[in-house]
C-alpha cells in the first residue's frame, strides 16, 4: 500500500541541519565578539579611571609650586622695595 509509515513529526533533513547550525554558529560568535569587546572597553575605562586620579594629583601638586612660587615672587618684590627705600 502507499502509506506512510514515518510517523515522526521532528524529521530534519540535511539543509534545516545546515541551517540550524549555521545560526547557532552565527548567534555564538557575536556573542564571543561583543563580550570580547565589552571586556577591552572596560580595559580602556579603567585605565582612563587610573589616568583621571593621576592627573588630579598632578593638578594638586601644580596648584600648590604655584602658590610657592607667588610666594617666593611676592617676597623678592618686597626685599627690592625695601633694598630702595635704604
Do not use: C, H
Not at 586620579?53 to 612660587?69: G, R
Amino acid at each position: 500500500m502507499g502509506t506512510n509509515t514515518d510517523t515522526n513529526p521532528f524529521k530534519l533533513d540535511l539543509s534545516k541541519i545546515i541551517t540550524l547550525t549555521t545560526i547557532v554558529g552565527v548567534m555564538g560568535g557575536f556573542y564571543y565578539l561583543t563580550n570580547y569587546r565589552i571586556e577591552e572597553l572596560e580595559k580602556k575605562v579603567e585605565q582612563l579611571e587610573t589616568t583621571n586620579v593621576e592627573i588630579a594629583k598632578l593638578e594638586v601638586e601644580i596648584k600648590n609650586v604655584k602658590l610657592k612660587t607667588d610666594e617666593i615672587y611676592r617676597l623678592l618684590i618686597e626685599d627690592r622695595l625695601g633694598n630702595n627705600n635704604r
